[in-house]
């Protein structure tokens, strides 16, 4: 089968995913999140499976949703986003079913992970991220909070202290800084990010299968025992916000390109 936002690949016991629309640095609209959920949790859950790449088209990895073109369902009773329908409905499968495939999942990152593209990132099991790439979950920018399960996945791996800082000042943090941070398992050159990359997936195709699932069953358990209610409370939260007077000013300043004028309404 095949899809118009995502590319999808099976050799060799790797399944490769790639994010596809490199016009928007892959931006998530609806159906990118129909496209990659199908993948995620029919393609790539083949047994013939072993391992799993993700990787952006064109100049980066993610950039989030896509608040130009369409990447908010909006509830015509108010016309406000329903965001509690996109998070339960087409982002959390998707996370969950990173999480819970059985088999490794690696994330290839160059140029932007950010927004929902961070925490697509975070949710892999190994993360490889080219020299010039940053990760930022910048939501507080158009008056929202991180979500995507990034509020689990974020601290899991960097710590409280880091986890507010992303959260609450929202900058971007570079590919060193991820690595020194835990964000990250690895930095690579640009050029070699790819290559390297396929080859560790390749390493992990040709691996003890049953053993990696086993660990990573018992890692989940460990680390994030509570994702099914944080995505819950994360929804509820995030839909919140994306009903304030705060979430239009900060949409509408992104898209005019100025400062928002926050009120805290």
Same mark, same amino acid.
């Given at each position: 089968?095949?899809?118009?936002?995502?590319?999808?690949?099976?050799?060799?016991?790797?399944?490769?995913?790639?994010?596809?629309?490199?016009?928007?640095?892959?931006?998530?609209?609806?159906?990118?999140?129909?496209?990659?959920?199908?993948?995620?949790?029919?393609?790539?859950?083949? &047994?013939? @499976?072993? $391992? =799993?790449?993700?990787?952006? /088209? *064109?100049? +980066?990895? !993610?950039?989030?949703?896509?608040?130009?073109?369409?990447?908010?369902?909006?509830?015509?009773?108010?016309?406000?986003?329903?965001?509690?329908?996109?998070?339960?409905?087409?982002?959390?499968?998707?996370?969950?079913?990173?999480?819970?495939?059985?088999? &490794?999942? @690696?994330? $290839? =990152?160059?140029?932007?992970? /950010? *927004?929902? +593209?961070? !925490?697509?990132?975070?949710?892999?099991?190994?993360?490889?991220?080219?020299?010039?790439?940053?990760?930022?979950?910048?939501?507080?920018?158009?008056?929202?909070?991180?979500?995507?399960?990034?509020?689990?996945?974020?601290?899991?791996?960097?710590?409280?202290?880091?986890?507010?800082?992303?959260?609450?000042?929202?900058?971007?943090?570079?590919?060193?800084?991820?690595?020194?941070?835990?964000?990250?398992?690895?930095?690579?050159?640009?050029?070699?990010?790819?290559?390297?990359?396929?080859?560790?997936?390749?390493?992990?195709?040709?691996?003890?299968?049953?053993?990696?699932?086993?660990?990573?069953?018992?890692?989940?358990?460990?680390?994030?025992?509570?994702?099914?209610?944080?995505?819950?409370?994360?929804?509820?939260?995030?839909?919140?916000?994306?009903?304030?007077?705060?979430?239009?000013?900060?949409?509408?300043?992104?898209?005019?390109?100025?400062?928002?004028?926050?009120?805290?309404?």
């Amino acid at each position: 089968m095949s899809y118009e936002t995502v590319d999808w690949e099976h050799r060799d016991g790797v399944g490769l995913i790639t994010l596809n629309r490199p016009e928007t640095v892959n931006a998530w609209n609806g159906q990118l999140g129909e496209e990659l959920g199908e993948v995620i949790n029919e393609r790539a859950s083949d &047994p013939q @499976v072993r $391992a =799993v790449l993700i990787r952006g /088209a *064109g100049n +980066g990895f !993610s950039s989030g949703v896509d608040l130009k073109g369409g990447g908010l369902t909006v509830d015509p009773e108010d016309d406000r986003p329903d965001v509690l329908h996109e998070l339960h409905d087409v982002y959390h499968p998707i996370l969950r079913g990173v999480r819970t495939l059985e088999k &490794p999942v @690696v994330a $290839a =990152v160059h140029g932007a992970a /950010a *927004g929902i +593209g961070c !925490s697509l990132a975070l949710a892999c099991d190994l993360i490889l991220a080219a020299e010039s790439s940053f990760f930022s979950l910048a939501f507080v920018h158009i008056g929202l909070m991180p979500d995507g399960g990034s509020t689990l996945f974020l601290p899991a791996a960097a710590g409280k202290a880091r986890a507010f800082e992303m959260a609450l000042l929202g900058e971007r943090v570079p590919a060193p800084k991820a690595r020194e941070w835990g964000l990250v398992n690895s930095v690579h050159a640009d050029d070699d990010l790819f290559g390297d990359a396929e080859r560790l997936v390749g390493r992990l195709a040709a691996g003890p299968t049953r053993s990696y699932a086993g660990a990573k069953k018992a890692l989940n358990a460990s680390l994030y025992p509570h994702l099914e209610s944080q995505f819950d409370l994360e929804a509820d939260l995030q839909h919140a916000l994306a009903r304030t007077d705060d979430f239009a000013e900060g949409v509408a300043a992104f898209l005019q390109k100025r400062k928002p004028e926050f009120t805290g309404s």
